[in-house]
C-alpha cells in the first residue's frame, strides 16, 4: 500500500525545492502517493517586522503562488509538472530571488508553456482573485504542523513537519533510505524536531 504524502511548497524557496527534488528521486525507489499543494512565504510573512530586502521579495513571490493556487483548484494533476518546470528555471536557472510585484511574470509564462498548460494562468499573478484560495491551502499546512515553520511541510502519513531541510538532494537508495528514517520519525508520537546549523546553501548540480 503506498505511502501518503502531502507536500506543501513554496517555488520561490530553494530549501524547498532541493526536499522536493529528494521527494521526486523517493517516488523511483519506494511506493508513495504524492499531493503537492501550494503554501506562501508571502502569507506566512505577513505582518511581519524583517529585513526589508527580504520583505521586498515577498511582494515578488506573490506571482507563482497565485498560479500555483488556481492550478490547483483547476487542474491539479498538472501541480508536479509546473512545480518541476519553474523550479527548475528559478533554482538551477537561476532566475529567483526577485523584488517587486510582477518580477516572475517571464518564468510564470515559460513555465505554464513547458508544463502544457494555458497561458492565460499567468494573468491571475498580479490579480487578487485566487488569494482566498491560497490562504487556504496555506492554512493547510499550518494546521498540520504549527506556525512557527516556514516551508516545505511534508505530511507522511499522518504526521507533518517543517523540512527535511537539504543542500544537496540524495540519489536512488540514499533517497529511499532518507525517507524511511523519516517516516519512522513520524510514526513516533512523541518526535518533534531535529536541528543544526546550516553550512552551505543548496546545490543544485
Not at 21 to 30: A, N, P
Not at 51 to 80: C, T
Not at 190 to 201: G, I, W
Request: hydrophobic share 40%; with cysteine.
Amino acid at each position: 500500500m503506498a505511502t501518503p504524502v502531502t507536500f506543501w511548497f513554496d517555488a520561490s524557496c530553494p530549501f524547498c525545492w532541493q526536499t522536493s527534488r529528494w521527494i521526486k528521486e523517493v517516488e523511483k525507489v519506494r511506493d508513495i502517493e504524492v499531493e503537492w499543494v501550494p503554501m506562501s512565504l508571502s502569507v506566512l510573512n505577513e505582518g511581519r517586522d524583517l529585513d526589508p530586502d527580504y520583505m521586498e521579495k515577498m511582494k515578488a513571490n506573490w506571482g507563482p503562488a497565485r498560479v500555483f493556487a488556481a492550478v490547483k483548484a483547476q487542474e491539479p494533476e498538472k501541480i508536479d509538472a509546473l512545480y518541476t518546470a519553474m523550479g527548475t528555471i528559478i533554482h538551477p536557472g537561476c532566475q529567483g530571488a526577485k523584488k517587486d510585484y510582477g518580477a516572475y511574470n517571464g518564468v510564470i509564462a515559460q513555465a505554464l508553456a513547458e508544463a502544457g498548460l494555458d497561458s492565460a494562468y499567468a494573468q491571475v499573478a498580479d490579480g487578487t482573485e485566487w488569494d482566498a484560495r491560497l490562504r487556504e491551502y496555506h492554512q493547510g499546512a499550518m494546521d498540520a504542523v504549527g506556525d512557527e515553520v516556514g516551508t516545505p511541510v511534508v505530511k507522511l502519513g499522518e504526521t507533518a513537519f517543517f523540512g527535511p531541510v537539504i543542500t544537496r538532494v540524495p540519489q536512488a537508495e540514499q533517497a529511499g533510505e532518507l525517507f524511511d528514517a523519516a517516516v519512522t520519525l513520524a510514526g513516533y508520537p512523541y518526535f518533534f524536531e531535529l536541528k543544526r546549523t546550516r553550512t552551505e546553501n543548496p546545490r543544485f548540480a
